[in-house]
Structure formats: C-alpha cells, structure tokens
C-alpha cells in the first residue's frame, strides 16, 4: 500500500486576529461531529497544536492531518475529499479568515467567501 498524508492547518481565533480563541475539545466535538456524517469513509485523524508566526503576530493553532491508514483503505482522492469538507466545515464552525489543506501534491488555500485557491 501506497502512504498518503494530507494535512489541514488552522489558528485557533475566530475571526483571524480579532476574535476569541476557541478549545481544543470544541475542535474535537466538530471534527467528531464531521467524521459521524462521514460513515462511509473511516478516515481517522491526528490532531497536533503548532504555532503560526509572522513578524510580531504569533497565534496557536492546529495541523489536522489524515493518512492512508492500513485498517481503513481508501484511494487518496476519497481521503483528500473528506479533509477538505471538513477544512470548510471547520473554517464556517470557527469564522477563520483562511484555512490550507495540502498533500504532497497539492495546496488548496480557502480564504474569504469565493476565495479558494490550488496549487501544485
């Protein structure tokens, strides 16, 4: 079997800078929540808080990612698909100003509404 990873990366303020930060058991409960609509694709995730840094601004946030998992095989399209609904579900549930998904092939930058861009 072929290994595939594909990665979500987030803050963890709504609103970019200007809002509230949100809990790691929130993220959890939606992520949870996602997976349950999800049935027919078993895609387990890892979840790992990093931080964003850019000059002054540092904010916390999040890597989501999922792999192609031997118990639960599915073709890397399936596997990508899933990241990405739940990237926007994620993005809409916690007002993130942007949002990356990306795998070893490709970029997708989810910014404001109608702002989606691929790359690679």
Same mark, same amino acid.
């Given at each position: !079997?072929?290994? #595939? /990873? =594909?990665?979500?990366?987030?803050?963890?303020?709504?609103?970019?800078?200007?809002?509230?930060?949100?809990?790691?058991? @929130? &993220?959890?409960? /939606?992520?949870?929540?996602?997976?349950?609509? %999800? !049935?027919? @694709?078993?895609?387990? *995730?890892?979840?790992?808080?990093?931080? #964003?840094?850019? &000059?002054?601004?540092?904010?916390?946030?999040?890597?989501?990612? @999922?792999?192609?998992?031997?118990?639960?095989? #599915?073709?890397? #399209?399936?596997?990508?698909? =899933?990241?990405?609904? &739940? @990237?926007?579900?994620?993005?809409?549930?916690? %007002?993130?100003?942007?949002? =990356? *998904? !990306?795998?070893?092939?490709?970029?997708?930058?989810?910014?404001?509404?109608?702002? /989606?861009?691929?790359?690679?």
């Amino acid at each position: !079997m072929k290994s #595939y /990873e =594909c990665k979500i990366f987030m803050g963890s303020v709504r609103d970019g800078s200007q809002g509230l930060p949100f809990s790691e058991e @929130a &993220l959890i409960h /939606e992520i949870k929540y996602r997976q349950s609509i %999800e !049935m027919d @694709a078993k895609i387990v *995730v890892r979840l790992t808080k990093t931080k #964003y840094i850019f &000059l002054q601004y540092e904010e916390e946030g999040w890597e989501i990612s @999922a792999i192609q998992y031997p118990r639960f095989p #599915y073709p890397t #399209y399936t596997i990508r698909n =899933c990241m990405l609904r &739940l @990237a926007q579900h994620l993005k809409n549930v916690f %007002e993130q100003k942007s949002v =990356c *998904v !990306m795998d070893h092939e490709k970029v997708t930058y989810f910014g404001e509404e109608g702002d /989606e861009h691929s790359s690679g």
